[in-house]
């Protein structure tokens, strides 16, 4: 029998990794984290604290590394980054690792984005070191083709065995670096090849990539499918076909765990991770027990911060103004009360020029988003008839911003608050449905081609309002099949 510790690994993804010899404090690196909406600065601490929960887990030998390892590809981070698991490594961690197109900066030959890592200075910045596409498989070889059963040369995917009758498939999806971030024909054969093999072996297979395989949510396939693995939907015949139920994904920087069944009964789920540089990121802990083929996957966020002085505050708090929910709710009240703090603050984040010439308009939304409370929504929702005494007297209390806070909190965390029988979810619900009504009557194509096929503004909104996926984005179990 085995030893449960054998079959059992942690996940990160998208750690950003920015060594702090990359920045000195000024607007520059500022910018660059409001635009990036994670704690770019505070990243050496956020993975420093998970790898001490890491060291400190004696039950659990192996740590899986999805990719995004560094913010910029620049070799600073990379080095800095390597150190640090390397260290985890002779403390006798394994540490398999992927990489993402935020690891390396394009020479020109694929549609990568980045072109140049820089350094950020007081008022600007420099050019400094980036790591080229090629250099990255050698660099990082210590970490999983080293111990690989079988490397894939074009892609640098790898398998390796996670216990004795556990196999990890680890997928380098870089492809081109933007529109196909996926495997090419090659990379598919071989990735068909090594489910083949698991199964002939009699092993478990489990699959990890950088990019989403089930969108988080449909709107997010249908607005951005370049964000997408590259020929997810021929790997969703491939999952089903070969029962591989479990694909573990990052690059969304959303915790999310979704379920996609086809007709014929065949499923898998696509348990995506948060950011670890988000305030609230999370990795996984995932334990297969190989006698019953139970996977069972929960998440771990951390308390504190090494080294930082967060003032009596949680990580999550302290972390929370730096992320896109934290900086929404620290500049609405500043637009409505003090609009040159407001452009200020919202510099890198929002097109300020844009916003400078509209003083007008942003303070009067602010001033409306911030005296209404939900009750002020019943009426062009109509939903007065859907509420009882009690419920209407609630919503009259609450605030609306409060509401717009929390969804924009869970966008990233997963498990929103407002399931059906919330009376958020049923004024909201019914503001949605009238929208609705509105798009289709009065024909707004530009809405029209923001909804999914087959959907409409209150099915979207619903897995914004509460969990529609598997019921919990942080643990489930998957029965794995050989
Ligand atoms: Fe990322
Ligand atoms: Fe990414």
Known sequence: MNNKADNSFYLLTDIHYVSKNKWVEGKPINNRERGDQIALKSSPEIFEAFTEKILADSEINTLVITGDNVDGGDVLSHEEFREKIRALKAAGKNVYITVATHDYCSTGEDECCFHSACRYTETGTEPIPFMRRNELFDFYREFGPDQALSVHDESGSYTVKIGEDLRLIAIVDNGNGRSHCGLFEDGVEWLKEQIAGAKEAGDYVLLAVHHPVIPPWDVYSHMVDYEMYGGYRELWNLMWDENVRVIFTGHTHVQNIRKLENDAGNWFVDVSTISLANAAGKMRKVTVDTETGMCDIKSVGIEVLPGTDTGGLSAYEYLYTRNFPGIVQRILPLASKDFDEFLKQAEGFLPVDKLAGKKFLVKRIANILMRRKLSSLIRFGRSGKLLSKEQKKYAKAVPLTDIIYEILRHIFTGNAPYTPDTVENIV??????????????????????????GSSLNEMAQDFLYNTRTGDDDSITVQLIK
């Open 428 to 453: 909201l619900s019914a503001v949605c449905r009238r929208l609705d009504r509105l798009v289709e009557k009065l024909n707004v194509e530009k809405v029209k081609g923001m909804i999914p096929p």
